[in-house]
Protein backbone atom coordinates (compact mmCIF):
# COMPACT_ATOMS: atom_id res chain seq x y z
CA UNK A 1 0.00 0.00 0.00
CA UNK A 2 1.29 3.31 -0.72
CA UNK A 3 0.00 7.11 0.11
CA UNK A 4 0.65 10.20 0.04
CA UNK A 5 0.79 12.36 3.23
CA UNK A 6 -1.56 14.45 1.93
CA UNK A 7 -3.78 11.36 0.79
CA UNK A 8 -3.30 9.83 4.12
CA UNK A 9 -4.24 13.34 5.97
CA UNK A 10 -7.10 13.74 4.03
CA UNK A 11 -8.31 10.28 4.65
CA UNK A 12 -7.08 10.24 8.29
CA UNK A 13 -9.49 13.79 8.53
CA UNK A 14 -12.76 12.09 7.40
CA UNK A 15 -12.23 8.88 9.60
CA UNK A 16 -11.47 11.50 12.60
CA UNK A 17 -14.69 13.25 11.65
CA UNK A 18 -16.95 10.12 11.37
CA UNK A 19 -15.52 8.88 14.52
CA UNK A 20 -15.45 12.06 16.58
CA UNK A 21 -19.24 12.36 15.62
CA UNK A 22 -19.75 9.08 16.59
CA UNK A 23 -18.93 9.28 19.82
CA UNK A 24 -15.33 10.17 20.41
CA UNK A 25 -13.87 6.89 19.17
CA UNK A 26 -10.94 7.08 17.40
CA UNK A 27 -9.70 3.98 14.82
CA UNK A 28 -6.96 1.82 15.27
CA UNK A 29 -3.84 2.51 13.33
CA UNK A 30 -4.50 3.08 9.67
CA UNK A 31 -2.17 0.89 6.60
CA UNK A 32 0.46 3.28 7.36
CA UNK A 33 0.49 3.63 11.25
CA UNK A 34 -0.36 -0.23 12.10
CA UNK A 35 0.93 0.11 15.84
CA UNK A 36 1.64 -3.36 16.14
CA UNK A 37 3.22 -4.11 19.97
CA UNK A 38 6.98 -5.28 19.59
CA UNK A 39 7.75 -6.41 22.82
CA UNK A 40 6.73 -5.82 26.38
CA UNK A 41 8.17 -6.91 30.32
CA UNK A 42 6.18 -7.07 33.18
CA UNK A 43 7.31 -5.20 36.35
CA UNK A 44 6.27 -5.97 39.70
CA UNK A 45 4.72 -2.70 40.56
CA UNK A 46 3.00 0.22 38.92
CA UNK A 47 4.99 1.51 36.15
CA UNK A 48 4.84 5.80 35.87
CA UNK A 49 7.59 6.88 34.37
CA UNK A 50 10.05 5.98 31.55
CA UNK A 51 13.43 7.34 29.77
CA UNK A 52 15.12 5.47 27.19
CA UNK A 53 19.18 5.57 26.30
CA UNK A 54 19.82 3.81 23.24
CA UNK A 55 18.79 0.33 23.84
CA UNK A 56 18.62 0.57 27.78
CA UNK A 57 15.09 1.43 29.13
CA UNK A 58 14.93 2.80 32.49
CA UNK A 59 11.85 2.66 34.14
CA UNK A 60 10.07 4.31 37.13
CA UNK A 61 8.03 1.41 38.72
CA UNK A 62 6.36 3.24 41.55
CA UNK A 63 7.11 1.02 44.89
CA UNK A 64 9.49 -1.61 43.00
CA UNK A 65 11.94 1.27 41.99
CA UNK A 66 14.05 1.90 39.28
CA UNK A 67 13.88 -1.27 36.69
CA UNK A 68 16.77 -1.41 34.26
CA UNK A 69 16.13 -3.17 30.78
CA UNK A 70 17.79 -4.42 27.95
CA UNK A 71 15.84 -3.55 24.72
CA UNK A 72 18.39 -4.55 21.85
CA UNK A 73 15.93 -7.21 20.76
CA UNK A 74 12.19 -5.97 21.41
CA UNK A 75 10.49 -9.27 21.31
CA UNK A 76 13.06 -10.81 24.21
CA UNK A 77 13.77 -7.53 26.88
CA UNK A 78 15.68 -8.64 29.47
CA UNK A 79 16.09 -7.44 33.20
CA UNK A 80 19.66 -5.69 34.11
CA UNK A 81 18.96 -4.54 37.22
CA UNK A 82 17.53 -2.96 39.77
CA UNK A 83 17.26 -0.07 42.68
CA UNK A 84 14.73 -0.87 45.38
CA UNK A 85 13.20 2.62 46.90
CA UNK A 86 11.48 2.94 49.87
CA UNK A 87 8.77 4.90 48.21
CA UNK A 88 7.48 5.68 44.86
CA UNK A 89 8.96 6.42 42.09
CA UNK A 90 7.46 8.95 38.86
CA UNK A 91 8.89 11.12 36.70
CA UNK A 92 12.65 10.01 35.76
CA UNK A 93 15.69 11.30 33.23
CA UNK A 94 18.57 9.81 32.73
CA UNK A 95 22.02 12.12 31.86
CA UNK A 96 25.59 10.44 30.84
CA UNK A 97 25.61 7.84 33.89
CA UNK A 98 23.35 9.10 36.23
CA UNK A 99 19.42 8.58 36.59
CA UNK A 100 17.78 11.43 38.22
CA UNK A 101 14.35 10.38 39.77
CA UNK A 102 11.40 12.03 41.05
CA UNK A 103 10.58 10.29 43.95
CA UNK A 104 7.22 10.81 46.60
CA UNK A 105 9.21 10.77 49.40
CA UNK A 106 12.84 11.53 49.33
CA UNK A 107 12.75 14.13 46.66
CA UNK A 108 15.32 14.06 43.49
CA UNK A 109 16.55 10.64 43.84
CA UNK A 110 20.23 10.31 41.80
CA UNK A 111 21.34 6.74 41.03
CA UNK A 112 24.56 5.78 39.46
CA UNK A 113 23.78 3.19 36.37
CA UNK A 114 27.27 3.24 34.92
CA UNK A 115 27.06 -0.41 35.68
CA UNK A 116 23.11 -0.78 34.94
CA UNK A 117 23.57 -4.68 37.10
CA UNK A 118 24.21 -3.18 40.34
CA UNK A 119 23.19 0.61 40.15
CA UNK A 120 24.06 2.59 43.34
CA UNK A 121 22.75 5.80 45.21
CA UNK A 122 24.83 8.99 44.65
CA UNK A 123 22.69 11.08 46.83
CA UNK A 124 18.97 12.66 47.41
CA UNK A 125 17.37 15.86 48.16
CA UNK A 126 13.63 16.33 49.65
CA UNK A 127 12.45 19.30 48.57
CA UNK A 128 9.26 19.39 51.23
CA UNK A 129 6.39 17.64 49.10
CA UNK A 130 6.70 14.67 46.57
CA UNK A 131 8.60 15.10 43.55
CA UNK A 132 6.43 13.54 40.22
CA UNK A 133 8.63 15.58 37.56
CA UNK A 134 12.34 16.48 37.15
CA UNK A 135 14.58 17.69 34.00
CA UNK A 136 18.32 18.26 34.12
CA UNK A 137 20.31 20.87 32.35
CA UNK A 138 24.31 21.22 32.78
CA UNK A 139 25.12 20.52 36.44
CA UNK A 140 21.64 22.13 37.28
CA UNK A 141 18.63 19.51 38.20
CA UNK A 142 14.63 21.67 38.27
CA UNK A 143 11.84 19.43 39.74
CA UNK A 144 8.59 19.69 40.40
CA UNK A 145 7.15 18.77 43.54
CA UNK A 146 3.52 19.94 43.64
CA UNK A 147 4.38 23.73 44.75
CA UNK A 148 7.16 25.10 43.40
CA UNK A 149 9.95 24.82 40.84
CA UNK A 150 13.11 23.75 42.99
CA UNK A 151 16.49 24.18 41.03
CA UNK A 152 19.64 22.20 42.35
CA UNK A 153 22.84 22.42 41.57
CA UNK A 154 24.15 18.94 41.20
CA UNK A 155 27.49 19.30 40.30
CA UNK A 156 28.41 16.72 43.06
CA UNK A 157 25.12 14.23 43.57
CA UNK A 158 26.48 13.49 47.14
CA UNK A 159 25.94 16.77 48.08
CA UNK A 160 23.13 18.07 46.24
CA UNK A 161 22.47 21.85 47.06
CA UNK A 162 19.45 24.19 46.76
CA UNK A 163 19.60 27.03 44.66
CA UNK A 164 16.68 28.39 44.39
CA UNK A 165 12.64 27.88 43.59
CA UNK A 166 9.49 29.80 42.36
CA UNK A 167 5.82 28.68 43.67
CA UNK A 168 3.18 28.63 40.96
CA UNK A 169 -0.07 29.11 41.10
CA UNK A 170 -1.38 25.80 40.91
CA UNK A 171 0.06 22.07 41.12
CA UNK A 172 3.36 21.88 39.64
CA UNK A 173 3.01 18.63 38.19
CA UNK A 174 6.22 18.24 35.47
CA UNK A 175 8.71 20.39 33.50
CA UNK A 176 10.37 20.75 30.46
CA UNK A 177 13.69 22.91 30.45
CA UNK A 178 14.50 24.51 27.20
CA UNK A 179 17.40 27.30 26.86
CA UNK A 180 17.05 29.28 29.73
CA UNK A 181 13.17 28.53 30.26
CA UNK A 182 11.45 25.78 32.41
CA UNK A 183 8.11 24.77 30.52
CA UNK A 184 5.46 24.06 33.86
CA UNK A 185 2.50 21.52 33.54
CA UNK A 186 0.61 23.31 36.63
CA UNK A 187 -1.97 21.37 36.62
CA UNK A 188 -5.49 23.80 37.40
CA UNK A 189 -3.36 26.59 36.01
CA UNK A 190 -1.78 25.13 32.65
CA UNK A 191 1.70 25.91 31.10
CA UNK A 192 3.59 28.21 33.64
CA UNK A 193 7.07 29.47 31.58
CA UNK A 194 9.83 30.51 34.17
CA UNK A 195 12.82 32.21 33.38
CA UNK A 196 15.97 29.73 35.12
CA UNK A 197 18.69 31.87 33.22
CA UNK A 198 19.33 32.41 37.32
CA UNK A 199 18.58 29.00 39.26
CA UNK A 200 19.20 31.23 42.65
CA UNK A 201 16.24 33.76 41.60
CA UNK A 202 13.42 31.98 39.40
CA UNK A 203 11.03 34.23 37.77
CA UNK A 204 7.95 34.01 36.10
CA UNK A 205 7.95 34.82 32.20
CA UNK A 206 4.18 34.38 31.17
CA UNK A 207 1.34 31.83 31.19
CA UNK A 208 -1.33 30.26 29.37
CA UNK A 209 -4.53 28.81 31.77
CA UNK A 210 -5.34 25.84 29.30
CA UNK A 211 -9.32 24.23 29.65
CA UNK A 212 -8.40 21.19 31.72
CA UNK A 213 -5.15 19.99 33.87
CA UNK A 214 -2.02 19.94 32.76
CA UNK A 215 0.16 17.38 33.52
CA UNK A 216 2.71 16.78 30.94
CA UNK A 217 4.62 19.49 28.66
CA UNK A 218 6.98 18.69 25.49
CA UNK A 219 8.49 21.92 23.72
CA UNK A 220 9.85 21.80 20.47
CA UNK A 221 10.53 25.19 18.54
CA UNK A 222 8.22 27.88 19.34
CA UNK A 223 5.67 25.39 20.32
CA UNK A 224 4.52 23.88 23.47
CA UNK A 225 2.44 20.53 23.31
CA UNK A 226 0.59 20.05 26.23
CA UNK A 227 -0.89 16.91 28.29
CA UNK A 228 -3.99 18.50 29.80
CA UNK A 229 -5.39 15.01 30.80
CA UNK A 230 -8.57 15.05 28.34
CA UNK A 231 -7.34 16.75 26.12
CA UNK A 232 -3.49 18.01 23.77
CA UNK A 233 -3.17 21.08 23.85
CA UNK A 234 -0.73 22.92 20.88
CA UNK A 235 0.51 26.54 22.27
CA UNK A 236 2.66 29.27 20.32
CA UNK A 237 5.05 30.17 22.93
CA UNK A 238 7.64 32.21 20.67
CA UNK A 239 6.68 34.92 22.54
CA UNK A 240 7.10 33.59 26.32
CA UNK A 241 5.42 36.68 27.68
CA UNK A 242 2.17 36.17 25.49
CA UNK A 243 1.48 32.51 24.72
CA UNK A 244 -1.39 31.69 22.64
CA UNK A 245 -3.18 28.94 21.36
CA UNK A 246 -2.95 27.13 18.21
CA UNK A 247 -4.93 24.34 18.25
CA UNK A 248 -5.82 21.08 20.16
CA UNK A 249 -6.93 17.33 19.99
CA UNK A 250 -9.00 15.32 21.55
CA UNK A 251 -8.61 11.85 22.28
CA UNK A 252 -10.50 8.71 23.52
CA UNK A 253 -8.66 8.67 26.68
CA UNK A 254 -7.13 11.30 29.12
CA UNK A 255 -4.09 12.80 27.47
CA UNK A 256 -1.27 12.31 30.04
CA UNK A 257 2.42 12.52 28.55
CA UNK A 258 3.00 13.56 25.34
CA UNK A 259 6.57 13.18 23.06
CA UNK A 260 6.91 15.06 20.08
CA UNK A 261 9.25 14.16 17.40
CA UNK A 262 9.24 16.29 14.08
CA UNK A 263 5.61 16.56 13.06
CA UNK A 264 3.60 13.26 14.67
CA UNK A 265 2.84 13.50 18.52
CA UNK A 266 2.89 10.87 20.66
CA UNK A 267 0.70 10.18 23.35
CA UNK A 268 0.16 8.51 26.87
CA UNK A 269 -3.47 7.95 26.76
CA UNK A 270 -3.76 6.37 30.17
CA UNK A 271 -6.65 3.81 29.57
CA UNK A 272 -7.21 4.12 26.21
CA UNK A 273 -3.29 3.59 25.47
CA UNK A 274 -1.77 5.08 23.12
CA UNK A 275 -1.92 7.46 20.69
CA UNK A 276 -0.36 9.06 17.67
CA UNK A 277 -1.33 12.00 16.23
CA UNK A 278 0.00 14.22 13.03
CA UNK A 279 0.83 18.03 14.15
CA UNK A 280 2.22 19.24 10.95
CA UNK A 281 -0.42 21.62 10.98
CA UNK A 282 -0.73 22.83 15.25
CA UNK A 283 -4.02 24.47 14.34
CA UNK A 284 -5.75 21.06 13.04
CA UNK A 285 -3.71 18.00 14.52
CA UNK A 286 -5.29 14.42 13.82
CA UNK A 287 -5.23 11.23 14.83
CA UNK A 288 -3.18 9.06 12.81
CA UNK A 289 -3.81 5.91 14.85
CA UNK A 290 -4.66 3.95 18.16
CA UNK A 291 -3.72 1.15 20.42
CA UNK A 292 -4.94 0.12 23.09
CA UNK A 293 -2.37 -1.40 25.79
CA UNK A 294 -3.15 -3.86 28.16
CA UNK A 295 -2.76 -1.58 31.25
CA UNK A 296 -2.75 2.36 31.89
CA UNK A 297 -0.32 4.35 29.79
CA UNK A 298 1.28 7.13 32.03
CA UNK A 299 4.54 7.86 30.24
CA UNK A 300 6.03 7.43 26.62
CA UNK A 301 9.47 7.78 24.66
CA UNK A 302 10.05 7.64 21.04
CA UNK A 303 13.34 6.17 19.97
CA UNK A 304 13.87 5.36 16.03
CA UNK A 305 10.42 3.58 15.19
CA UNK A 306 9.60 2.24 18.46
CA UNK A 307 7.82 3.76 21.12
CA UNK A 308 8.09 2.57 25.05
CA UNK A 309 5.30 2.91 27.23
CA UNK A 310 5.26 2.96 30.74
CA UNK A 311 1.73 1.37 31.24
CA UNK A 312 0.78 1.24 34.46
CA UNK A 313 0.08 -2.21 35.74
CA UNK A 314 1.55 -3.92 32.50
CA UNK A 315 4.82 -2.93 32.76
CA UNK A 316 6.62 -1.56 29.73
CA UNK A 317 5.23 -1.94 26.04
CA UNK A 318 6.88 -1.45 23.33
CA UNK A 319 5.00 -0.41 19.63
CA UNK A 320 6.25 -0.43 16.48
CA UNK A 321 5.29 3.32 15.45
CA UNK A 322 7.12 3.47 11.52
CA UNK A 323 5.25 4.71 8.82
CA UNK A 324 4.95 2.03 6.55
CA UNK A 325 3.63 3.96 3.29
CA UNK A 326 6.02 7.40 2.98
CA UNK A 327 9.84 6.66 2.11
CA UNK A 328 12.28 7.91 5.16
CA UNK A 329 13.73 10.71 4.45
CA UNK A 330 14.58 12.02 8.37
CA UNK A 331 17.37 15.00 7.40
CA UNK A 332 14.53 16.61 5.51
CA UNK A 333 14.15 19.01 8.13
CA UNK A 334 13.01 21.64 6.04
CA UNK A 335 10.07 19.59 4.04
CA UNK A 336 11.00 20.52 0.72
CA UNK A 337 11.85 16.99 -0.49
CA UNK A 338 15.42 17.39 -1.37
CA UNK A 339 18.64 17.21 1.12
CA UNK A 340 20.75 20.43 0.53
CA UNK A 341 22.33 23.13 2.88
CA UNK A 342 19.14 24.52 4.08
CA UNK A 343 18.71 21.42 5.86
CA UNK A 344 22.23 20.94 7.35
CA UNK A 345 21.97 25.00 8.34
CA UNK A 346 18.31 23.98 9.93
CA UNK A 347 19.60 21.13 11.65
CA UNK A 348 22.88 23.32 12.90
CA UNK A 349 20.40 25.66 14.25
CA UNK A 350 18.08 24.08 15.82
CA UNK A 351 21.27 22.06 17.55
CA UNK A 352 22.69 25.76 18.41
CA UNK A 353 19.24 26.64 20.23
CA UNK A 354 18.93 23.26 21.87
CA UNK A 355 15.73 22.44 19.91
CA UNK A 356 14.38 18.66 19.88
CA UNK A 357 14.11 19.22 16.08
CA UNK A 358 17.96 18.27 16.77
CA UNK A 359 17.43 14.91 18.75
CA UNK A 360 18.10 12.79 16.09
CA UNK A 361 18.95 9.59 18.64
CA UNK A 362 15.70 11.13 20.44
CA UNK A 363 17.45 10.17 23.84
CA UNK A 364 16.47 14.06 25.05
CA UNK A 365 20.00 14.89 24.94
CA UNK A 366 21.55 17.14 22.11
CA UNK A 367 25.37 15.73 21.53
CA UNK A 368 27.71 13.90 18.92
CA UNK A 369 25.76 11.63 18.81
CA UNK A 370 23.01 13.69 16.96
CA UNK A 371 25.30 14.69 14.79
CA UNK A 372 26.27 11.66 13.96
CA UNK A 373 23.16 10.49 13.29
CA UNK A 374 22.04 13.61 11.05
CA UNK A 375 24.81 12.97 8.80
CA UNK A 376 23.77 9.19 8.94
CA UNK A 377 20.01 10.39 8.12
CA UNK A 378 21.62 12.93 5.05
CA UNK A 379 24.12 10.58 3.33
CA UNK A 380 21.01 8.07 3.01
CA UNK A 381 19.17 10.86 1.20
CA UNK A 382 15.01 10.73 0.45
CA UNK A 383 14.33 7.13 -1.15
Not at 142 to 149: E, F, P, Q, S
Not at 188 to 202: A, C, H, K, N, R
Request: with cysteine; aromatic share 8%; glycine share 12%.
Amino acid sequence: MFCTSFQRRVFMGVIGGLSLASGGAVLAGDGCYPLESVGSFDLPSFTRGIYVQGTIVYAAASNSGLQILDASDPASVQLLGSYIADFGMRGITVQGTIAYIANNETGLLMIDVSDPSAPVELGSLATGNPVSGVDVVGSVAYVTDGVKLSCIDVSDPATPVLLGSYTTLGDAYSLMVVGSSAYIADWQFGLQIVDVSDPSSPSLIGAYDTPGRSREVWVQGSIAYVADYGTLQIIDVGNAADPQSLGSLSTPGNVYDISVVGTKAYISDESQGFVVADVSDPTAPIVLGTHITPGDCRGVQVVGSIAYLADGTSGVQLIDVADHCSPACQADLNSDGTLNFFDISAFLSAFSASDSLADFTNDGVLNFFDVSAFLDAFRAGCS
